[in-house]
């Protein structure tokens, strides 16, 4: 038998697949009695469990649904919500805007005639003038509809607001390779009340960091990445003792973390969160062995406070990457008609990674007189084996695409691997009269900034020519052909699942690839 569920009620905000109230499921072989279905359709209510208010209004809200567990019952009709807020007086009060609501003292009625209502309303609870801090009170909701059961639930309301804000990590410049670097954090409650719930503290990196993976209360996560394997780390702990207001605790034992033999420049962002007392946190797959790490009162001044619950740090590398330019020209399948193989080689030995969401570098290409590109073959995604090419304007503007021009940009996105290359490619014609002339491909520093510490220019510019006898100035290095994304492919425009637009004698080819598990990034030149 399949379960099966109806779920009525437009607004709704969840799927709840249950079981009636009071149905069981029943274990057993084939004589087995199933459960009776629900003759009328039961409700839940979802609300904050506890909210802390203060002299300004804080915006919360209530929904509710309805569930038959697949019966096919009648429709829930008129409902009705009373938020009921007497045990809140001299507390805090509520203010509801919404046309379906009405006050009767300190009780809110809400009221549902048609089946397309949401079922969610709205409103803002603030504390009372004169009301003490750490004093609570509970709101209420009682649901009462036609056809269906009722439901209630209720919401703490405590006065008082704890607000934690993290602290400065310093940036970290001319690491060495190998070497661990400690991270101390402090936490700062600029709140007007204590912290009643668990401390989160999440760390997301990107560029090559390990961090050591010692402390019992934190989990440790990596990514798959597609431009850097092992390039993202994450940390998340938890933390249950309590931060008294106008407090300063910092970490009794720093984080720590090992600069990886590809990192150039690493950035980690982190941030502190107070656990609503209804939701798991999540975290990495790993636990740590060693340990619980705490929170304890600061022993000095750190290095000073954000104004939120978010901050970043860098750390830079005494590191290199010999970003490198190869271009090869094919014959095509006409007389005049060639294709041009372009790849942003990363010599290492590190990654050059992209953790400000700009383009790391720029293959600058200048076609030969005689000659302009037809066409660009590309795919969309962070493990792309084709890159985009734009056209250039100006000395530095850029535009989509356009057959018909000598002068392209073509961007590295999302950054390249020690060992790897950014493919693109451009499919070029030459004119009756073209005399052999060279053309240049380029690899630039992108807008990202980066301070790759190129120690090789010479190969930074190659040359190329379209002929017969045409070669590309730079082969490949003698200890083997590096793995160029895309370069063992079936050519993209016989295998391309997107779209081939021919645009006035252009083609040009869209593959969209679905992205790693990593958190997307979009390129910026």
């Known amino acids: 038998m399949k379960a099966k569920c109806s779920v009525f009620g437009a607004g709704s905000a969840a799927v709840v697949l249950a079981l009636a109230p009071g149905a069981a499921a029943v274990a057993g072989g084939p004589s087995a009695t199933p459960s009776p279905l629900p003759t009328q359709a039961y409700a839940t209510i979802e609300a904050e469990k506890q909210l802390n208010v203060g002299s300004a209004p804080r915006s919360t809200g209530v929904n509710w649904m309805f569930s038959d567990a697949g019966a096919q019952v009648p429709a829930p009709t008129n409902d009705t919500l009373v938020i009921d807020m007497r045990d809140l007086t001299g507390i805090a009060s509520i203010v509801v805007d919404d046309p379906r609501c009405k006050a009767d003292g300190r009780i809110i009625t809400c009221v549902n005639t048609g089946s397309t209502q949401s079922r969610s309303v709205l409103f803002g609870v603030r504390a009372d003038a004169g009301a003490e801090l750490g004093e609570s009170g509970t709101i209420k909701y009682t649901l009462t509809p036609h056809h269906a059961t009722g439901a209630t639930v209720k919401t703490k309301v405590v006065v008082g607001i704890p607000k934690l804000v993290v602290g400065r990590i310093a940036d970290v410049s001319h ?22 719930r668990r401390v989160m503290l999440q760390w997301e990196s990107e560029g ?143 990654s050059v990674y992209n953790t400000v969401r700009k383009a790391v570098a720029l293959v600058d290409v200048v076609l030969p007189k005689g000659t302009v590109a037809t066409g660009n073959a590309f795919e969309e995604g962070e493990d792309s084996p084709y ?31 020690a060992g790897k290359s950014q493919f693109f490619e451009l499919w070029v014609k030459t004119a009756k009269g073209y005399d052999g002339a060279k053309g240049t491909a380029t690899v630039r520093p992108g807008p990202a900034g980066l301070a790759l510490h ?21 082969a490949a290095p003698s200890s083997g052909t590096l793995a160029a994304a895309g370069r063992d492919r079936t050519p993209l425009i016989a295998t391309a699942a997107g779209s081939a637009a021919l645009l006035g004698g252009v083609v040009l080819v869209v593959r969209r690839r679905r992205r790693s598990s990593t958190p997307a990034r979009r390129p910026l030149s």
């Open 175 to 196: 690491a060495r390779t190998g070497s661990r670097i400690a991270l101390p954090l402090q936490l700062r409650n600029t709140g007007d009340l204590a912290t009643d």
């Open 208 to 350: 090559g960091l390990a961090f050591d993976r010692k402390f019992s209360n934190c989990t440790y996560g990596g990514g798959d990445d597609a431009v850097e394997p092992g390039g993202h780390a994450s940390v998340t702990c938890i933390f249950k003792a309590s931060v008294p207001a106008g407090a300063t605790v910092e970490l009794s034992s720093p984080l720590t973390a090992t600069v990886g033999k590809r990192v150039l420049s690493a950035v980690t962002d982190y941030s502190v969160t107070l656990i609503r007392p209804d939701v798991q946190p999540g975290g990495g797959s790993e636990r740590g062995t060693g340990p619980a790490i705490t929170l304890v009162p600061a022993s000095g001044p750190g290095n000073g406070f954000e104004t939120g619950v978010n901050g970043r740090f860098t750390v830079s590398a005494d590191n290199s990457a010999d970003l490198a330019a190869t271009a090869t020209a094919k014959p095509g399948r006409r007389p005049g008609e060639w294709t041009l193989d372009l790849n942003a080689v990363n010599h290492g030995p590190a």
């Open 387 to 417: 890159g985009q090419c734009l056209l250039r304007v100006g000395n530095t503007g850029t535009a989509p695409f356009e057959a018909g021009h000598r002068h392209y940009v073509c961007p590295v996105p999302f950054g390249v691997a």
């Open 454 to 474: 190129d120690p090789d220019a010479s190969n930074d510019k190659v040359t190329f020519t379209f002929g017969t006898s045409a070669t590309p100035t730079h």
